[in-house]
């Protein structure tokens, strides 16, 4: 008889969060760089003036 493997819960949770982290961490730089964008593109306006 084969025994069981314990814990394959725990590696599917753990797998579960690694992708959702990862998606936030890569979704917050691209939102990152489209600000840095923005202001620089804006630094003759008032919301330049803000960023800086």
Known sequence: MKKKVRG?????VGLILGI?????SIT???????????ARLCKHCVKGDNFR
């Open 28 to 38: 917050a730089i691209v939102f990152s760089a489209l600000g840095l964008h923005q």
């Open 20 to 24: 959702v982290g990862a998606t936030v």
């Open 8 to 12: 394959h819960g725990f590696r599917l």
